[in-house]
C-alpha cells in the first residue's frame, strides 16, 4: 500500500491552507490540528468562542466569530490553494458558507475529509447512539503508546493527551469516531468496524426507527474486504457486510465472541477477565470505574488485538485510560468535605439511564440530584417519555429550557413535556440564568450534570460555588 502518510498527502497536495466553517466543534477541532500538523494553514468562523476555540488560536487557528464574507482572510480567498470544510450543523443560508460555494471553491463536509483519511491506510470506526466516544477514545489510548500507533479523530477531549486528537507519525491506523448524524459515517471505509449501539436518535434525518436501522446497515456495507465488525450482542440491527467480512459480536456480560468474565466492583475499582476467541486477560481494569465501561473495553480491547495490538498494550491502555472529557468525568470526588460532583454527556435515555445507575452502584445509599439540560427540540419531543422514565431514577431533578442548538422551536414542546411525568422525589424547572443562584442557594451530596448542551460552559463556576461550601 505504500506509506498511508503519503497517500494523503498526495489527496490534500493541491491545497496549502483550510477554512473551517462551524470551526469551534469539537468534532472539526481534531481536523483542524491535523491539518496543522501536516503544515498547512488553518482558519475558520464559529458562531460563539468558547475554551476551545481559545486553544485552537493560540495551536494557529485565525478564528472569526461573525459570519460574513468580509471576515474571511485574504490568504485564504485564493480558490486554488484552500480546501473548505464545512459541519453540517452550520445553516445551508451560511453568508460564508454560500460565498465559498459560489466562488467555486473545493467545499466538503466534513465526514468526506475523514473519509479520505480512512481511505488512505486502515481504520477503526466507532458507531452507535451512545458509547463511541468513551469506546474510540480507549482504542486510541490502547494504540497510541503500543507498536501499532495511531492518528485519532475523536469526539471528545481524551484526558491522558489534553486533545481530541492522537497523531503517530508513520502509523497507517486511524482511529475515528463515527457519527451517524445527517449520515456521516456513510463517507468511512473501516477496516475494523464496531457498533456499540443502535437505540433510535436524529429521527429528523432518519424518519423513524427502521430508517436510522438502515443507517447503520449501510456504514456496515462499508467495511473493506477482509475487515471486521465487532457487533454489541442484542442489537436490531441486521448487518450488511461484504462476504469476506469477519462478524463478531462483544459485551460487557457473558454474551458474544468477546466478553467479561469475573466483574468485581469495590474500593472505587472495576476489574473483569476478558475472553475472546484464544483470548484469556485477567484482571483488567478500566481506568474510569463506570458500569458501562466494562461494554466499551471489551469493545475497545477486541479492536485493538484485532489491529495487532498485544494482551500488555491493552491491559496498560485500558488501566491509565483517564476518559474523555464530559464522559463520567469526575470533577470533586468528596474527599475534601465538598459534595460530589460529575458530568457526563449523556443525552439519550438509555445513556442517562445509565449514568443514573452507575452513580447509585458507586455510592449506595446517597443522595442524587441531577441537572439535565434536554439538548434540540426535536429529541425532547421524540423520546420525551423515555427521558421521564430515566430520571425518575434520580433523588432530585433539576431541569433547565430546552438547548435549540440546530433547531428553530417546536410549539408545545418545552422542557415541561420531560418534567410533568418524572417521579423522582423532588423536581423543578429553573432557567439556566438562575442556575448557579440555586446551586448557590442549595446543599448537595451529589451532583451531576447530564446533557449534549451548553451547561459544560457554567461547571467552572458549579465547581467553585460547591468548593466554597467545603471552607
Known amino acids: 500500500m505504500g506509506n498511508p502518510q503519503n497517500n494523503l498527502s498526495e489527496s490534500l497536495s493541491a491545497f496549502s491552507r483550510a477554512y473551517f466553517i462551524g470551526a469551534g466543534g469539537i468534532g472539526m477541532a481534531n481536523l483542524e490540528r491535523f491539518l496543522l500538523s501536516r503544515g498547512l494553514e488553518v482558519a475558520g468562523y464559529d458562531r460563539v468562542a468558547s475554551e476551545l476555540t481559545r486553544h485552537l488560536e493560540e495551536e494557529g487557528v485565525k478564528m472569526t466569530f461573525t459570519d460574513s464574507p468580509d471576515e474571511i482572510p485574504e490568504d485564504f480567498r485564493d480558490k486554488d490553494k484552500t480546501l473548505v470544510v464545512y459541519t453540517p450543523a452550520v445553516p445551508s443560508d451560511s453568508p460564508i458558507l454560500?460565498?465559498?460555494?459560489?466562488?467555486?471553491?473545493?467545499?466538503?463536509?466534513?465526514?468526506?475529509?475523514?473519509?479520505?483519511?480512512?481511505?488512505?491506510?486502515?481504520?477503526?470506526?466507532?458507531?452507535?447512539?451512545?458509547?463511541?466516544?468513551?469506546?474510540?477514545?480507549?482504542?486510541?489510548?490502547?494504540?497510541?503508546?503500543?507498536?501499532?500507533?495511531?492518528?485519532?479523530?475523536?469526539?471528545?477531549?481524551?484526558?491522558?493527551?489534553?486533545?481530541?486528537?492522537?497523531?503517530?507519525?508513520?502509523?497507517?491506523?486511524?482511529?475515528?469516531e463515527a457519527d451517524e448524524y445527517d449520515r456521516s459515517f456513510h463517507h468511512l471505509s473501516p477496516t475494523i468496524a464496531v457498533v456499540t449501539s443502535v437505540d433510535p436518535d436524529h429521527l429528523d434525518i432518519y424518519g423513524d426507527e427502521q430508517g436510522y436501522l438502515d443507517g447503520f446497515a449501510h456504514?456496515?456495507?462499508?467495511?473493506?474486504?477482509?475487515?471486521?465488525?465487532?457487533?454489541?450482542?442484542?442489537?436490531?440491527?441486521?448487518?450488511?457486510?461484504?462476504?469476506?467480512?469477519?462478524?463478531?459480536?462483544?459485551?460487557?456480560?457473558?454474551?458474544?465472541?468477546?466478553?467479561?468474565?469475573?466483574?468485581?466492583?469495590?474500593?472505587?475499582?472495576?476489574?473483569?477477565?476478558?475472553?475472546?476467541?484464544?483470548?484469556?486477560?485477567?484482571?483488567?481494569?478500566?481506568?474510569?470505574?463506570?458500569?458501562?465501561?466494562?461494554?466499551?473495553?471489551?469493545?475497545?480491547?477486541?479492536?485493538?488485538?484485532?489491529?495487532?495490538?498485544?494482551?500488555?498494550?491493552?491491559?496498560?491502555?485500558?488501566?491509565?485510560?483517564?476518559?474523555?472529557?464530559r464522559r463520567f468525568e469526575i470533577l470533586l470526588d468528596g474527599s475534601k468535605g465538598t459534595p460530589v460532583l460529575i458530568d457526563d454527556y449523556a443525552h439519550s435515555p438509555n445513556e442517562i439511564l445509565a449514568s443514573v445507575r452507575s452513580v447509585k452502584k458507586l455510592y449506595p445509599g446517597r443522595?442524587?440530584?441531577?441537572?439535565?439540560?434536554?439538548?434540540?427540540?426535536?429529541?425532547?419531543?421524540?423520546?420525551?417519555?423515555?427521558?421521564?422514565?430515566?430520571?425518575?431514577?434520580?433523588?432530585?431533578?433539576?431541569?433547565?429550557?430546552?438547548?435549540?442548538?440546530?433547531?428553530?422551536?417546536?410549539?408545545?414542546?418545552?422542557?415541561?413535556?420531560i418534567l410533568r411525568n418524572v417521579k423522582c422525589k423532588s423536581k423543578e424547572y429553573v432557567e439556566r440564568k438562575d442556575l448557579l443562584n440555586l446551586i448557590k442557594s442549595r446543599n448537595f451530596d451529589i451532583l451531576m450534570t447530564l446533557g449534549a448542551a451548553d451547561i459544560d460552559v457554567l461547571l467552572p463556576d458549579i465547581k467553585n460555588l460547591l468548593s466554597e461550601k467545603s471552607r
Open 98 to 176: 454560500q460565498w465559498f460555494r459560489k466562488e467555486g471553491f473545493e467545499v466538503v463536509k466534513r465526514a468526506a475529509l475523514l473519509g479520505k483519511i480512512t481511505r488512505s491506510g486502515k481504520s477503526i470506526c466507532v458507531a452507535g447512539s451512545h458509547g463511541k466516544t468513551t469506546t474510540s477514545s480507549m482504542i486510541a489510548n490502547i494504540l497510541k503508546d503500543s507498536g501499532i500507533g495511531c492518528n485519532a479523530f475523536l469526539g471528545g477531549v481524551l484526558r491522558n493527551t489534553g486533545s481530541n486528537l492522537v497523531i503517530c507519525k508513520g502509523s497507517e491506523w486511524s482511529v475515528i
Open 219 to 325: 456504514f456496515t456495507s462499508l467495511i473493506t474486504e477482509e475487515g471486521t465488525l465487532l457487533l454489541h450482542t442484542g442489537l436490531k440491527l441486521q448487518p450488511d457486510v461484504k462476504p469476506s467480512v469477519k462478524v463478531m459480536t462483544y459485551s460487557g456480560g457473558h454474551e458474544g465472541d468477546w466478553n467479561a468474565e469475573d466483574i468485581k466492583f469495590g474500593d472505587g475499582k472495576i476489574t473483569f477477565t476478558l475472553v475472546g476467541p484464544s483470548v484469556r486477560i485477567e484482571n483488567l481494569e478500566p481506568g474510569v470505574p463506570v458500569e458501562i465501561n466494562v461494554d466499551n473495553a471489551v469493545a475497545a480491547a477486541a479492536a485493538a488485538l484485532i489491529a495487532g495490538a498485544s494482551e500488555d498494550d491493552v491491559r496498560k491502555g485500558l488501566k491509565e485510560f483517564k476518559g474523555a472529557k
Open 367 to 417: 443522595k442524587l440530584t441531577v441537572v439535565f439540560q434536554p439538548h434540540l427540540y426535536s429529541r425532547t419531543r421524540d423520546f420525551a417519555s423515555e427521558f421521564s422514565e430515566a430520571l425518575s431514577e434520580a433523588d432530585e431533578l433539576i431541569m433547565p429550557e430546552i438547548y435549540p442548538a440546530r433547531e428553530l422551536p417546536i410549539p408545545g414542546v418545552d422542557s415541561n413535556l
